[in-house]
């Protein structure tokens, strides 16, 4: 389990300027800078928390700025959150960032040598976890936990960690706790397992049709191995097995039944962006029926400001069972004891050059 710091977690810090819990729901915002229009309307709407896309990334003082901003907004320190896996799902990219590299290779490299592989991916979120944090981004939607089969769509890919689901855990546990350390929240993902879908969710709505027995040997697994994480995103997926009507984000079934019973995960639970193609409907709707499946928050990412509007909507209060789970999840980030070592990104740099090597030979 990750160490807890209770004392370190306070009521105040979690509720909006007027005393109540924030509401339960993430949102994008247009552009670089923010409109009047976006200020005032997060004002009112006073979100959990708000998420980056490269849309909104130009140079690390605009980033900085806008962060402040957004947080001025809602007048306390929401989270941010940003998809900074590495490979192609980055929002910060060279020349101004780091060229971070993508799991697969990681777990490529761990089968050679185990050591290694963690040293080497330990240091790569540290530094990646630095990078977030000096920009003023707290939360990072990572790690893939998802166990990519063969002949399913590659939109997971090179983002998973292997096809073996007890090295995909066990790296996914490496990357939260490295994460954790350096003071940013990884949020686990796509629970309960995006590697069977044979079409890409931001498009149309996957179906799975495995059975519970053999999604449970496999896909499941990294999910268990790390049900104490802080924060999970669900998988827009019908598993028609379990609920042939609704995708996970939307069935209570899935929900209550595996995610939070058969997997055990009790953390902060936030669906997957419900502006994707996978989800049709009413956006207000769409929220509601999230809410009254389970999950503690929704997210909304492409800024559109009709669709924020109709999405809070429907989105209310955070629950008091989301209150503490957020609570409990404060717990578990650390205040980094010190900068990295000066040279950390060019230790890293002779590390990756060694492994990625071994990882390509064993493609």
């Known amino acids: ?34 409109s ?18 490269a849309r909104n990334v130009e140079s690390p003082q605009q980033l900085r700025t806008l962060t402040a901003d957004l947080r001025e907004c809602v007048d306390r320190d929401a989270p941010i959150l940003i998809d900074q896996e590495g490979g192609r799902v980055r929002r910060l990219r060279p020349p101004l960032w780091r060229d971070a590299p993508p799991m697969q290779p990681f777990g490529r490299w761990y089968q050679k040598n185990p050591p290694a592989a963690e040293a080497a991916l330990r240091l790569n979120i540290h530094l990646m976890a630095d990078e977030l944090r000096q ?34 855990g066990h790296l996914g546990r490496t990357v939260c706790k490295a994460f954790l350390e350096r003071g940013v929240y990884p949020v686990i993902k796509h629970i309960p397992g995006h590697g069977r879908s044979l079409e890409d969710s931001h498009i149309g709505l996957p179906v799975v049709t495995e059975t519970l027995d053999a999604l449970a040997e496999t896909d499941f697994v990294p999910f268990v191995m790390l049900k104490d994480a802080p924060f999970a995103m669900t998988a827009h997926i019908v598993y028609s097995e379990i609920d042939k009507d609704r995708p996970a984000t939307l069935s209570p079934i899935v929900i209550n039944s595996v995610i939070r019973q058969q997997i055990g995960f009790d953390g902060l639970l936030m669906t997957d962006d419900l502006s994707m193609k996978a989800l049709s409907g009413d956006f207000t709707e769409l929220a509601q029926q999230s809410l009254a499946a389970g999950c503690d928050l929704t ?34 980030k650390k205040i980094p004891e010190g900068p990295l070592a000066a040279d950390a990104e060019q230790q890293l740099e002779a590390m990756l050059k060694v492994g990625m090597e071994i990882a390509s030979k064993s493609a």
Not at 36 to 53: M, Q, T, V, W
Not at 299 to 317: D, F, I, P, S
């Open 36 to 53: 009047d229009d976006e200020k005032r309307f997060f004002a009112e709407a006073d979100p959990f928390g708000f998420i980056l896309f």
């Open 135 to 168: 920009m003023g981004v707290t939360v990072n939607c990572a790690p893939v936990l998802d166990v990519p089969v063969e002949g399913a769509h590659d939109i997971i890919g090179d983002r998973a960690f292997s096809h073996k689901p007890k090295i995909v």
């Open 299 to 332: 997210l909304h990412c492409n800024g559109e400001m009709a669709e924020m509007q109709a999405v809070v909507k429907g989105t209310g209060r955070l629950s008091d069972r989301g209150m503490m789970r957020w609570l409990e999840a404060q717990a578990q």
């Open 1 to 34: 389990m990750f160490a807890p710091n209770c004392p370190r977690i306070k009521w105040g810090a979690c509720l909006s300027v007027n005393n109540l819990p924030p509401r339960a729901v993430i949102l994008g915002c247009a552009g670089t800078v923010l």
